[in-house]
């Protein structure tokens, strides 16, 4: 298959005299975006061992079948956790990572969102015992929320864990179709475990909605346990490297450390203790939103530098034989469409990293019990501030 990556080895005359004539400093700009030199000089490494991996860079992901799609993702996810490995999980390296190579694989939620919530949501022992085998890949894990029936109103949701002292077991159970989990990314085939929100039941009383570490699937064969029913959810119009997939769950029992008990306690007898707030148990999913506004600043950014980019060295019609023909970003029409998405682009950043910093501080508030900003944060972080604006200009 042809690769156009080596098709062009020198910079276009057009796209160097538009960056010769520019009115800013390339440099001051960088540094006021990155914050230091030595971080831009680290996206720029960063950068280098994307391009020279063919893996991370995945030149020909669009001609891929959704099978190819997939199983590519599956080595950019090795690769990803690889360097996060080597760099002992910094966190700016592993998002400028992320961010660059514009990685996608089955188990990215398992980075993203698993992951940090052990850290949030699990108690000191279940993290020391999880976290290492986390980031490992001795397990991969998804976080399994959204049902048929209903998906960010947890209250409602029908998965039900009902607590058997006489055992010291959780009977995990899915009553109804509509309880079914339905969505969560990397369930259908490449997952070990599962984070499952569920309503815990203790001596007769619902206590709500709680998160439980879960194995769904065979260390020895990777074939699901026994009572639990998973699968793909089918076709989809992108996304072709996450297996999106179902799940059910018939009586199947687990250990009472699967509670993931930061927040609560459970003892071996039954007695129920809530440490701090419920409110708690949102902080991992209100993170995710943030991320999803982020990786909508990162998609349309790439887009208008595309955009931009053609536009400086495309170059269509003129008024005589003897002209050279004009480049298009020259046309006002494409200015009015372009130059629009640009000035977005760079309110977007800011706006993403507000957003961190606002979480960062608020999580920080969360973990002495205040809980009083949670509303603004899950408000601010939602994707009508930033994803869905996108898709609605």
């Known amino acids: 298959m042809m690769s156009f990556r080596n098709v062009c080895t020198t910079i276009n005359s057009d796209l160097q005299k538009e960056r010769d004539s520019a009115i800013i400093s390339v440099e001051e700009l960088a540094l006021f975006i990155w914050g230091s030199k030595e971080r831009r000089h680290r996206r720029q490494e960063i950068a280098a061992f994307v391009d020279n991996d063919p893996d991370l860079?995945?030149?020909?992901?669009?001609?891929?079948?959704?099978?190819?799609?997939?199983?590519?993702?599956?080595?950019?996810?090795?690769?990803?956790?690889?360097?996060?490995?080597?760099?002992?999980?910094?966190?700016?390296?592993?998002?400028?990572?992320?961010?660059?190579?514009?990685?996608?694989?089955?188990?990215?939620?398992?980075?993203?969102?698993?992951?940090?919530?052990?850290?949030?949501?699990?108690?000191?022992?279940?993290?020391?015992?999880?976290?290492?085998?986390?980031?490992?890949?001795?397990?991969?894990?998804?976080?399994?929320?959204?049902?048929?029936?209903?998906?960010?109103?947890?209250?409602?949701?029908?998965?039900?864990?009902?607590?058997?002292?006489?055992?010291?077991?959780?009977?995990?159970?899915?009553?109804?179709?509509?309880?079914?989990?339905?969505?969560?990314?990397?369930?259908?085939?490449?997952?070990?475990?599962?984070?499952?929100?569920?309503?815990?039941?203790?001596?007769?009383?619902?206590?709500?909605?709680?998160?439980?570490?879960?194995p769904i699937r065979s260390l020895k064969d990777h074939q699901p346990l026994k009572g639990v029913e998973l699968g793909d959810i089918g076709p989809k119009v992108g996304l072709h490297s996450t297996d999106n997939g179902f799940l059910r769950f018939d009586n199947v029992r687990y250990p009472r450390n699967t509670l993931m008990m930061k927040h609560c306690k459970l003892t071996p007898d039954g007695v129920y203790t809530r440490i701090g707030s419920a409110k708690a148990l949102y902080a991992s999913m209100v993170k995710m939103r943030v991320h999803i506004v982020s990786g909508a600043f990162d998609h349309l950014a790439k887009s208008v530098t595309i955009a931009t980019r053609y536009s400086a060295v495309r170059r269509q019609c003129t008024m005589t034989t003897s002209e050279v023909e004009k480049q298009v970003i020259d046309y006002q029409t494409q200015k009015m469409k372009l130059f629009p998405w640009l000035a977005y682009t760079y309110a977007l950043y800011f706006l993403v990293r507000q957003l961190n910093r606002f979480y960062d501080t608020v999580y920080a508030r969360f973990e002495e019990g205040d809980f009083s900003n949670l509303a603004e944060v899950f408000a601010e972080g939602s994707c009508r501030y930033g994803g869905w604006k996108v898709v609605d200009r």
């Open 57 to 214: 860079r995945n030149d020909n992901a669009i001609y891929s079948t959704n099978q190819e799609c997939y199983e590519s993702g599956l080595r950019q996810g090795i690769k990803v956790f690889d360097f996060a490995n080597s760099c002992n999980w910094k966190q700016e390296d592993v998002q400028d990572l992320l961010q660059i190579s514009a990685a996608s694989f089955g188990f990215s939620l398992h980075m993203v969102l698993v992951i940090p919530c052990l850290n949030k949501l699990a108690s000191e022992e279940q993290v020391a015992e999880l976290l290492p085998l986390c980031k490992k890949l001795s397990i991969i894990a998804n976080y399994a929320q959204t049902e048929l029936g209903h998906g960010t109103y947890v209250p409602n949701l029908e998965t039900s864990a009902t607590y058997d002292s006489a055992t010291e077991e959780f009977v995990m159970n899915s009553p109804t179709f509509t309880s079914m989990k339905f969505w969560p990314g990397g369930l259908a085939f490449t997952s070990t475990h599962s984070i499952v929100m569920a309503q815990l039941w203790v001596k007769g009383q619902c206590h709500g909605p709680h998160l439980f570490f879960v």
